[in-house]
């Protein structure tokens, strides 16, 4: 029997497209993997419907593999969009809100306080 040892790939050309390709490849899955593990979670932990007082406002909790927890206040007519608001760190995550004044007073209980004017949320209304 004749053994035939010629390898399936052949050509300078071939090889340089095969390397092209699973350089592609491998770096499309690079990038995949990391939207997937950067890319942070967030879960509604506290909520209020918008009302003819003001806008929905909506506490999130944001996790992500590398980093701390941390959270925002979402400002608008449903927990899926809105102005987003970030609570610094250490301040409690249920802030009282108060409409009116031409905005929208987050207060805190540890005296903090965030304004936001109407104008960054009422567009979504």
Partial sequence: MVSDSRPLVTGCLVKILVFLLGAILGTGLTVVAGVVLFIPGRTTVHSTPQSSAGPGVFVKKVDSLFGATSYEVWLGPDESRGHVVPIPRGWE??????????????????????????SAYAGGR
């Fill in 93 to 118: 995550d249920d802030p009282e809100a108060v409409f009116g004044g031409g905005g929208t007073r987050l207060r805190f209980d540890n005296g903090g306080e965030i304004f936001v004017p109407e």
